[in-house]
């Protein structure tokens, strides 16, 4: 495995730890209400944060705006890396095929089956009746079915889809895509201001029409009405930079970006910093367009720097193999899918203890993390031990067949 190959593994490990501590969190964030509101009473903010605690820490609210700001952005691009190469290799009907089992079942089945386990303490913690029954009744009732985490499996499905199509029907489209990032090896600041500029003309129309914090729900697909031209872009950005090859150009071993990442980090703290500021007026309610305009513009400018960082640190430092992070990319995928129930149930389930908010965002990231960690390798375990008894169930089969005719 090659040393851009092994950091990209390993950032999807991160990646996934990422996302756990970031909602493990949520709960104990100063700029939440102090109280719930009722569960079927608009505007739902149950859906982003099931548990509010008593106990709060301001740090959480940094780093929490942090991830929000920029963690899925690094998502799509490095999904968008290994489109070009799968299509190539599969076609785009197989492609799609194994796609929709591998993205839009799950999804389907997370957001009916899973989701709904995973609210019901949201419910009970304002609730007058809290059985099961009163819940399911409350929950179909709503104007919307809540997916949680799992909107990212639907957009990402979605272009995973548009990306078939290019090459479907303009097999040239990848490779067009390739040739305009294939100078970013040694320009990768060129690279940069051109992606800001794309993802500003693509972001920036949105932000004015919708706002950059609102989300939207339509039956069990939500989305953030600001971002999806801007996960576009970095989805495609990551085609682009895998087309011909995703250890060549930007992500190549010893390239500008690995050589620059002090630059990359110290951009994205400056970045952020830049955004918090101009985040001021609008959280207070102060809107003009130059204001909004400097709100937005940093949007884009933190969410490329923090992909840009986080991808040049991981080559520079995170290309050397360990099992740890092996089994988390590995399992990465499964990790991300059933966390959610984990995450809020332990919330709830801490609620009342005597604790401070940093000593209980802690148990619940430890629990979270360990608990999928073990249901993913687990289900793994299970599905390899599977395809190791098909080949068998079906030459007994056969047999039993054959002795019978």
Excluded at 210 to 221: K, L
Aim: proline share 6%.
């Amino acid at each position: 495995m090659s040393d851009t190959s092994q950091a990209l593994r390993n950032l999807r490990a991160l990646a996934v730890v990422m996302v756990i501590s970031f909602h493990s969190v949520l709960a104990y964030l100063v700029s939440q209400p102090a109280a719930p509101l009722p569960f079927d009473s608009p505007p739902y903010r149950w859906v982003a944060t099931p548990i509010l605690d008593a106990q709060r820490w301001l740090g959480f609210d940094l780093y929490a705006g942090f991830q929000y700001l920029t963690l899925m952005t690094v998502f799509f691009f490095l999904s968008g890396v290994f489109v070009w190469p799968s299509l190539k290799r599969k076609g785009s009907w197989a492609f799609l095929y194994n796609r929709v089992l591998r993205i839009g079942v799950p999804f389907a089945a997370g957001a009916y089956l899973l989701m709904p386990l995973a609210y019901y303490p949201a419910y009970r913690v304002t609730a007058i009746d809290p059985s099961w029954i009163a819940y399911l009744k409350h929950l179909v009732a709503l104007p919307f079915w809540p997916s949680g985490p799992l909107w990212f499996l639907w957009q990402l499905l979605v272009l995973d889809i548009a990306a078939a199509a290019l090459y479907r029907l303009a097999p040239r489209g990848g490779e067009l895509l390739g040739r305009l990032s294939a100078s970013a090896g040694e320009a990768s600041g060129r690279y940069f201001l051109g992606l800001v500029i794309v993802s500003a003309l693509a972001y920036l129309p949105l932000a004015f029409a919708f706002g950059n914090a609102n989300w939207a729900e339509f039956g069990p697909f939500a989305l953030q009405p600001d971002r999806p031209l801007l996960y576009v872009v970095f989805f495609f950005a990551g085609v682009g930079v895998g087309a011909h090859g995703y250890d060549r150009a930007l992500l190549r071993a010893g390239a500008a970006l690995e050589r620059q990442w002090l630059i990359w980090a110290g951009a994205t703290t400056v970045t952020f910093i830049l955004w918090m500021i101009s985040m001021a007026p609008l959280y207070y309610g102060y809107h003009n367009v130059l204001a909004d305009f400097a709100a937005y513009l940093a949007v884009v400018l933190a969410v490329t720097s923090a992909c840009f960082a986080l991808l040049a640190t991981f080559l520079r430092f995170g290309h050397g193999s360990w099992a740890v992070s092996d089994s988390l990319a590995e399992n990465a995928y499964a990790i991300y899918f059933v966390h959610y129930v984990f995450v809020v149930w332990l919330q709830y389930a801490l609620l009342g203890a005597p604790l401070p908010a940093i000593a209980k965002a802690v148990i619940v990231f430890a629990g979270t993390l360990a608990l999928s960690w073990t249901v993913a390798v687990g289900f793994s375990q299970s599905m390899a031990r599977a395809r190791r008894l098909m080949p068998q169930w079906r030459s007994s089969s056969a047999q039993k067949a054959e002795r019978t005719s």
